[in-house]
């Protein structure tokens, strides 16, 4: 196979300096044995499984509704099409390409953006601080629906307040503004004890309760990822389809409930005007990108699995339609409950519908289900199909450390895979402790709003960057045609050099220059913990231009050299062509 065009940047810097550069083959793999997935389907599940999470459920929604209702879905496709999709084509034509994680493999496409592989890493830790803490709740009201009633079905409890109204079944109940459902009070009262707290000031002490159904998540997660993807791609089979199952029950369930209809109408019915709003497009392409989830380093560990000739532009086709569908879907189960809420108070639906996030599936959904028919089953289902949605994107999450750390330093971790997830987990472990305090809802908030806000989706441009103009996009269609057989048509090339990356640039300076007040609960946060949310983005962006320099000041050679080697892909083993990569050149 002849190789590859150079991009620009080579052309002024390479060429001159080191001669014609050349495409990288992939790693010669009985040189460097690596896990395969069992079959295909353990590999389509587990990218299922981390794109379908929680977000899909509380996020869509509550976005699609606020942002035009079926008017939302014109921006959301159109970002779909020219920014989330593109990107998750590519990272998995990455990742299955080079066979390497985050951290390595930027030796093979543009070393100078090595820092990227790290800042991943650190937003995976993150991530892990809080996201599992969610479950954790959600593990919590799983073992309080184990009752023949559930325990936010009424305001006859310890934790209950005065301002407690329990208006299903009763007549002339009067709804103000301090009223509190019995759900509500559950949730902050009980369930996190979050009147204990006078902010983030003082959380207080650590819930035990919280803290055992942490450690209890934390080992599912370790016994799922100690021996890699023999073991993750069995646990999906479970993690991934149980909630689609779940989800068509609770469907079934919502549409039979007096004002479903309600709900639905509210859901979809279209504000074109709000199209004129550049809100609405910002959050269509936020919700897309945090959606599919390129930048996590995710989809390049999983596909790194997989086998050199796996037709990853179908997969890229298959789950980003899956995930995106899934959304939509979640949208009727919710929203069918939330017009039945709104019938049983007497109040519109967007009376019902004002909270959003974690609030939205531990408040307002449980409440519903409490005075159901069924109550008890329904819960249970419920709280069974969060767990399960939040442990597959906890799976990818640390996955992508795994891979990119022990790919990075194989002569130190190679053999010791358990003992690494067991310290990594610890770490996890040990950074959530601040969650689970009383006030550990506005941690929470925090890491949730700052920990993978804006950085995420600095990085996922700057990956694009570097994989389009530095590697060069010929380059890698090349690589695509050595797996695929084909190279990628015209539109995907758009999209990767120039469309994706403006959209990308267009969020992320949109979201730094509209930022409203941080609120929970009615609680304000001060001005001192929006600049420590600011130094948590910060911490793992900073990465980036901290490898740049050390980069450049370490390379020998004047400036233009320096330039040109760190830019440039460095050498690899020729692979076989058994493995379909052919005579392409190496350096």
Not at 24 to 40: C, E, F, I, L, V
Not at 128 to 150: M, Q, R, V
Not at 210 to 239: A, D, N, Q, R
Request: with cysteine.
């Amino acid at each position: 196979a002849a190789a590859p065009a150079p991009s620009v940047l080579e052309l002024l810097l390479i060429k001159p300096c080191l001669g014609p550069p050349a495409s990288p083959a992939a790693p010669n793999p009985q040189a460097q044995p690596r896990d395969k997935w069992s079959k295909k389907m353990d590999f389509l599940l587990s990218v299922v499984g981390f794109a379908v999470d929680l977000g899909n459920v509380w996020r869509f929604p509550y976005i699609c509704y606020q942002n035009g209702g079926g008017a939302f879905l014109i921006p959301y496709t159109l970002m779909a099409v020219f920014g989330g999709v593109p990107l998750f084509y590519m990272e998995l034509a990455l990742g299955q390409f080079h066979r390497t994680g985050a951290i390595p493999i930027w030796k093979r496409i543009c070393p100078i953006f090595k820092g990227i592989g790290f800042a991943i890493c650190i937003i995976g830790l993150y991530v892990s601080f809080y996201y599992n803490t969610i479950i954790a709740w959600a593990l919590y009201y799983f073992y309080s629906s184990f009752s023949g009633t559930l325990p936010w079905a009424s305001c006859d409890n310890p934790w209950n307040t005065p301002d407690c109204t329990n208006y299903f079944g009763k007549s002339n109940v009067t709804w103000t503004n301090f009223s509190r459902s019995p759900a509500e009070e559950f949730y902050t009262r009980k369930v996190l004890e979050i009147q204990k707290s006078g902010g983030l000031y003082d959380i207080g002490g650590i819930r035990w309760q919280l803290l055992l159904c942490l450690f209890l998540i934390f080992t599912i997660v370790y016994f799922s990822l100690w021996k890699g993807v023999k073991t993750s791609g069995k646990v999906v089979w479970v993690t991934a389809t149980l909630p689609y199952v779940v989800l068509l029950i609770l469907l079934i369930r919502g549409a039979t409930l007096p004002g479903a209809w309600r709900g639905v109408v509210f859901y979809l019915r279209p504000d074109w005007g709000k199209l004129l709003s550049t809100s609405v497009w910002v959050d269509a392409a936020a919700q897309i990108f945090f959606s599919l989830g390129p930048g996590f380093g995710v989809l390049l560990a999983l596909a790194s699995y997989n086998h050199f000739h796996n037709n990853c532009y179908r997969d890229a086709l298959v789950t980003s339609a899956v995930n995106c569908l899934t959304s939509f879907l979640s949208g009727f189960v919710i929203f069918t409950v939330l017009g039945y809420m709104a019938e049983m108070r007497d109040v519109e639906v967007e009376d019902v519908a004002r909270d959003k996030g974690p609030s939205l599936l531990f408040i307002t959904y449980p409440e519903a289900i409490a005075n159901m028919v069924g109550s008890t089953f329904f819960a249970i289902i419920f709280f069974l199909m969060m767990i399960t949605l939040g442990l597959d994107s906890t799976f990818g999450g640390l996955e992508a450390v795994i891979t990119a750390v022990m790919d990075e330093y194989p002569h130190v971790l190679a053999g010791r895979r358990e003992l690494f997830v067991l310290g990594l987990i610890t770490v996890c472990f040990l950074g959530s402790l601040s969650t689970l305090t009383y006030g550990g809802a506005y941690v929470v908030k925090l890491l949730e709003e700052f920990g993978a806000g804006c950085s995420i989706l600095a990085v996922v441009l700057l990956e694009t960057i570097a994989v389009s103009w530095f590697y060069g996009i010929q380059r890698f269609s090349h690589d695509v045609k050595a797996m695929l057989g084909f190279t990628p048509g015209l539109f995907w090339k758009l999209c990767w050099v120039a469309i994706s990356p403006a959209l990308l640039a267009f969020i992320v300076i949109s979201s730094l220059l509209e930022q409203p007040p941080l609120t929970l609960f009615e609680y304000q946060y001060p001005e001192w913990s929006i600049s420590v949310g600011f130094l948590v983005g910060a911490s793992s962006f900073i990465c980036i231009p901290l490898y740049m320099v050390y980069k450049l000041v370490w390379t020998p050679g004047s400036l233009k050299q320096r330039l040109a080697v760190c830019i440039r892909p460095e050498k690899l083993m020729r692979a076989p062509q058994a493995e379909g990569v052919g005579m392409a050149p190496v350096l």
